[in-house]
């Protein structure tokens, strides 16, 4: 299956590195690079993605001592890279504000179809849709980065409940009540949304 390197042979590295082969670590850097930065391109502007991707790295070198082995060393370092995005937003969070007359057609019919339904399944189907990124990315970006990250991994990659909470270090029942706040917020946002421009049409 692709982007799953075989994890075979992690934990002996892991060994020699903690043991003082620093140069070691560049076994599991190749091995595991590609993961990475399929996972930041998800959550992060694409010109932060290398940068950041250095950033989840080092993180991971520096923490080895304290992997525990009970997950795999790919689960651990999936788990760092989701929090360095999160880290990223919540530090460096900018506004970005869409022009109204920047919606086409398709992306007002998407709002529509978005704000009409209650279970969340437009959202889901919808947001990968590419003439509705511009409207999302807009409306996650009035978000906190806890929402924002939170929407992503349920919403827009299909994580359990359980998977994001181990993802973010957070508990089951904070990732439950933050996605349902963060689904009413976004709702609100995109209504607004939709009703400026109606506004303005």
Same mark, same amino acid.
């Given at each position: ?17 903690? /043991? ?5 670590? $560049? ?11 399929? *996972? ?6 694409? $010109? +932060?993605? $290398? ?6 790295? *080092? %993180? /991971? ?43 086409? &057609? #398709? =992306?007002?019919?998407? !709002? ?11 959202? &889901?189907? !919808?947001?990968? +849709?590419? &003439? /509705?990124?511009?409207? !999302?990315?807009?409306?996650?970006? =009035? !978000?906190? #980065? ?16 359980? $998977? ?8 089951? /029942? ?8 963060? %689904? ?10 939709? =009703?400026? &421009?109606?506004?303005?049409?």
């Amino acid at each position: 299956m692709k982007n799953n390197p075989d994890p075979s042979g992690d934990e002996a590295v892991i060994d020699q590195i903690i /043991a003082g082969d620093a140069n070691a670590f $560049e076994v599991l850097l190749k091995k595991y690079e590609h993961l990475v930065s399929v *996972i930041l391109k998800k959550h992060l502007p694409y $010109e +932060q993605v $290398e940068e950041t991707a250095q950033e989840v790295f *080092i %993180r /991971a070198y520096r923490s080895l001592p304290s992997f525990k082995k009970k997950s795999s060393f790919k689960s651990w370092l999936s788990s760092i890279a989701i929090r360095t995005c999160y880290d990223f937003w919540r530090k460096r969070y900018r506004s970005r504000e869409l022009p109204m007359s920047a919606l086409s &057609e #398709a =992306q007002q019919d998407w !709002l529509d179809k978005v704000i009409s339904d209650q279970s969340g399944q437009s959202f &889901e189907a !919808l947001g990968r +849709q590419t &003439e /509705a990124r511009e409207v !999302l990315d807009w409306a996650l970006g =009035q !978000l906190s #980065a806890e929402d924002r990250m939170v929407l992503e991994l349920v919403y827009l990659e299909g994580f359990s409940g359980k $998977e994001a909470a181990k993802l973010l270090g957070w508990s089951v /029942a904070n990732v439950k009540i933050r996605t349902f706040r963060s %689904r009413k917020k976004l709702h609100r946002l995109l209504t607004g949304f939709a =009703q400026d &421009e109606g506004k303005n049409g």
